[in-house]
C-alpha cells in the first residue's frame, strides 16, 4: 500500500470516499459535471476532501483527473466500486472483449441507477485504410454507424458523451470522407455528445493536424513519463488544449518498464505501488491533461491510482523513484509506439502493430485485447510471416528489444 502524501493519508481517503459518493460529486442534477458541483476546486482538492477536477476543454464536462480506462478489466465489482468512491468517467470500446467491455459498464451502470452522473466514452475502429478503399466513402459511413449502434445497445443508453475513433495513426484519416460524416451525423442526432480519436501510434502529428480542423472536441493519447522528452507530443497536447480539445491520458503507467524481466529498475519497484502512483502523478502534472485513464484491473491497483486524484504532490519516494537512473534506463526500453522501427523487417512485417500485440499480452495479460491487435494487421504483414524466420533483424530507434519480443509472441502461437 502507498505510503502517506502529505497531506493525506488512507484514513482520510476511505472517509473521503464516503463523503464523495454521499454528496454525489455531479450534483443533484447529474452532468453537466460543472463548477457548481465542486465550488472551490482549489481549496478542496488543496485539503484532500475533494478529488481535483478539472474541464475537458470545450465539452465543459468536468472529471475528476483519474478516471477509469475499463480496457483490461472484466470484474463488474471493480466498476461498481470505482463508482461509488467518485470515479465518474469511464472509457470503454466497440472492441474490448468482443463487446462484454461495454456490455459489463451498462449493466453496472444501470445497477447502480448512475447513467446520469457519468461520462461514458466509447471508441469506434473505423476500420482497416486498405479496406476503407475497397468500401468506398457510404460503405464505410454505414459500417461505422452500425457499430456505434452496436455500442449504444451494450451500454443499454441513446447516447455517449464521448464517442472516440479509435487508433488513428494516420493524420488522412482525420479527413476521411465516411468517418467523418458519420461523427457529424451522431453529434447532430446528439447519439454522441462530443466526438474525438484515440492515437496510440505518430501521436504528435496526429494532434497538430487535428487543432486546425477543428472537428473534434476530445483527443485520448498515449503519454507517460517514458516519453517525458518527446517535445514534439507534449507541445501538440499544449497546443491541442490551448484549441479548447480536452486532452485525455492513457497508457501513462508504462507498466513493461517495471518487470521482472526489464532488470533494469531495482526490485524494489517490481512488487511494489510507488511506481504506479508516480507515473500517474507525472502525467497528471502536465497542464495539457485534463484526466487519465489508468487501466487498473484490482482493488489494490485502484486504490493506488484514485487517490492520486487528490493530491498531485510527489511522495519522498515518488520523487526518488523518478530520479533513480535504474528507472530511467527501464524507461528507454518501453516502447513509444512511434513507428521507427516501420519498414525494418526485410520482409515487410508491421513491426510496431506486433510490438503493441505483445505489448497487451505482457503488461496487462489481456490476450483477447493482444489477438485483435493482430487480427488488425492486413494480410501479409503480421504474425504469420516471422514464423518462418530465424533470425528477426527488425529494430527499434530507442532501446526496445524487439526481437525477444516478436520471440515471445511467436512462442505463444507455436
Ligand atoms: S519498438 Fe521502438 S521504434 Fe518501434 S514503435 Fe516502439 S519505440 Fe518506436
Ligand atoms: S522475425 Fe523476421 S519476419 Fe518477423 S519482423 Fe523480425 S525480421 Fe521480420
Known amino acids: 500500500m502507498q505510503k502517506k502524501n502529505k497531506g493525506y493519508n488512507r484514513r482520510d481517503f476511505l472517509a473521503t470516499v464516503g463523503g464523495v459518493a454521499a454528496a454525489g460529486l455531479l450534483g443533484k442534477a447529474g452532468l453537466p459535471l460543472n463548477a ?8 478542496d482538492a488543496k485539503e484532500g476532501k475533494q478529488p481535483i477536477t478539472r474541464v475537458l476543454g470545450r465539452t465543459g464536462l468536468r472529471v475528476p483527473i483519474v478516471s477509469m480506462g475499463v480496457m483490461n478489466a472484466d470484474n463488474p465489482a471493480l466498476v461498481r466500486r470505482s463508482f461509488e468512491m467518485g470515479i465518474r468517467h469511464f472509457d470503454t470500446a466497440w472492441g474490448y472483449q468482443k463487446g462484454r467491455n461495454e456490455e459489463m459498464v451498462g449493466s453496472v451502470l444501470k445497477e447502480l441507477k448512475a447513467r446520469d452522473q457519468v461520462v ?9 485504410p486498405e479496406m476503407m478503399d475497397q468500401m468506398g466513402d457510404r460503405l464505410v459511413e454505414e459500417e461505422f454507424l452500425a457499430r456505434f449502434d452496436q455500442s449504444l445497445a451494450r451500454l443499454q443508453t441513446d447516447h455517449v458523451e464521448i464517442l472516440y475513433v479509435h487508433n488513428i495513426s494516420d493524420p488522412r ?4 470522407p465516411g468517418i467523418v460524416s458519420a461523427v457529424e451525423k451522431l453529434k447532430k442526432a446528439k447519439k454522441a455528445h462530443f466526438v474525438g480519436f484515440s492515437t496510440h501510434t505518430n501521436m504528435a502529428e496526429c494532434i497538430e493536424a487535428a487543432v486546425p480542423l477543428d472537428r473534434f472536441d476530445v483527443i485520448l493519447t498515449s503519454v507517460n513519463y517514458s516519453m517525458a522528452d518527446d517535445t514534439a507530443l507534449l507541445d501538440a497536447m499544449a497546443r491541442a488544449a490551448k484549441a479548447g480539445i480536452g486532452v485525455v491520458a492513457m497508457k501513462t ?4 518498464a517495471w518487470s521482472k524481466e526489464s532488470g533494469a529498475a531495482g526490485p524494489e519497484y517490481h512488487e511494489g505501488s510507488v511506481w504506479h502512483a508516480a507515473l500517474l502523478k507525472w502525467a497528471l502534472r502536465l497542464e495539457s491533461v485534463a484526466t487519465a485513464i489508468p487501466g487498473y484491473t484490482t482493488f489494490q ?11 498531485l504532490d510527489y511522495s ?8 533513480d537512473p535504474g528507472v530511467k534506463l527501464a524507461l528507454a526500453g518501453v516502447c513509444r509506439q512511434c513507428g521507427g522501427c516501420a519498414g525494418t523487417c526485410p520482409q515487410g512485417v508491421d513491426v510496431p502493430a506486433l510490438v503493441r500485440a505483445h505489448m497487451y499480452a505482457a503488461d496487462y495479460g489481456n490476450f483477447p485485447e493482444m489477438r485483435r491487435a493482430l487480427d488488425e494487421i492486413p494480410a501479409g504483414h503480421g504474425l504469420p510471416i516471422c514464423a518462418g524466420c530465424r533470425e528477426c533483424t527488425a529494430v527499434c530507434v530507442r532501446h526496445v528489444q524487439v526481437a525477444r519480443r516478436l520471440e515471445e509472441l511467436k512462442a505463444i502461437f507455436a
Open 316 to 323: 519522498a519516494e515518488e520523487a526518488k523513484f523518478l530520479a
Open 301 to 311: 491497483q485502484l486504490e493506488t491510482d484514485w487517490p492520486v486524484a487528490f493530491n
Open 120 to 128: 461514458i466514452a466509447t471508441k469506434v475502429p473505423p476500420g482497416r
Open 36 to 43: 457548481q458541483d465542486n465550488p472551490d476546486p482549489k481549496k
Open 253 to 256: 503507467q508504462c507498466k513493461q
Open 173 to 176: 484519416m482525420l479527413k476521411r
